[in-house]
T-cell receptor
Framework: SQQGEEDPQALSIQEGENATMNCSYK?????LQWYRQNSGRGLVHLIL?????REKHSGRLRVTLDTSKKSSSLLITASRAADTASYFC??????????????FGKGTHLIIQP | DGGITQSPKYLFRKEGQNVTLSCEQN?????MYWYRQDPGQGLRLIYY???????QKGDIAEGYSVSREKKESFPLTVTSAQKNPTAFYLC????????????FGNGTRLTVT
């Protein structure tokens, strides 16, 4: 079963603007991760936030996690055309300990207009 | 450079034929995974392996089989029993079973007609 659900499904913004994507999940987790996928390629890991963390930064990325609401957001600041991709959140369920793989949402397709 | 290699990139097969997708990693990772991705969908877990000679079914294992005879290799066979085999298949690995992040290959797009 799919754990995460991203919102919106698609997002189109102008270059230089900020892009925010949201993810909701159902069960308790150890950590939540965000991945990026360029068209026809594999996924690339962007950032991991643990269940006891509330916010994390990596370059132009900012991730928040609210375990009480079972939700996370990914903010990309000062977007660039090269940020055009699909973004997925992924969780590992607390019960499984991560050994049985990550559960992915359906992704947000982000388009940056030059 | 370390990474995961999936081959071939594109694969075409006739219905009723079994087909094997290759996945090789030189990251010295213990755990390996196979995911299936359909258009506009997230990834669904087919099989995973935490150590050599051991593997577990994921959410959609029916119609698929795997082997893990070597640490570096985790081939996936799509059998004729898989009802809708046309999809994008992604192999991934992680450093251990305390999962931190997955490293993905660039996928194999399988088309069955």
């Amino acid at each position: 079963s799919q754990q995460g659900e991203e919102d919106p499904q698609a997002l189109s913004i102008q270059e230089g603007e900020n892009a925010t994507m949201n993810c909701s999940y159902k069960t308790s987790i150890n950590n939540l991760q965000w991945y990026r996928q360029n068209s026809g390629r594999g996924l690339v890991h962007l950032i991991l936030i643990r269940s006891n963390e509330r916010e994390k930064h990596s370059g132009r990325l900012r991730v928040t996690l609210d375990t009480s609401k079972k939700s996370s957001s990914l903010l990309i600041t000062a977007s660039r055309a090269a940020d055009t991709a699909s973004y997925f959140c992924a969780t590992d369920a607390l019960a499984g300990g991560g050994a049985d793989g990550l559960t992915f949402g359906k992704g947000t397709h982000l388009i940056i207009q030059p | 450079d370390g990474g995961i290699t999936q081959s071939p990139k594109y694969l075409f097969r006739k219905e009723g034929q079994n087909v094997t997708l290759s996945c090789e990693q030189n990251l010295n990772h213990d755990a390996m995974y196979w995911y299936r991705q359909d258009p506009g969908q997230g990834l669904r877990l087919i099989y995973y392996s935490q150590i050599v000679n051991d593997f577990q079914k994921g959410d959609i294992a029916e119609g698929y089989s795997v082997s893990r005879e070597k640490k570096e290799s985790f081939p996936l066979t799509v059998t004729s029993a898989q009802k809708n085999p046309t999809a994008f298949y992604l192999c991934a690995s992680s450093i251990g079973t305390n999962l931190f992040s997955l490293h993905f290959g660039n996928g194999t797009r399988l088309t069955v007609t």
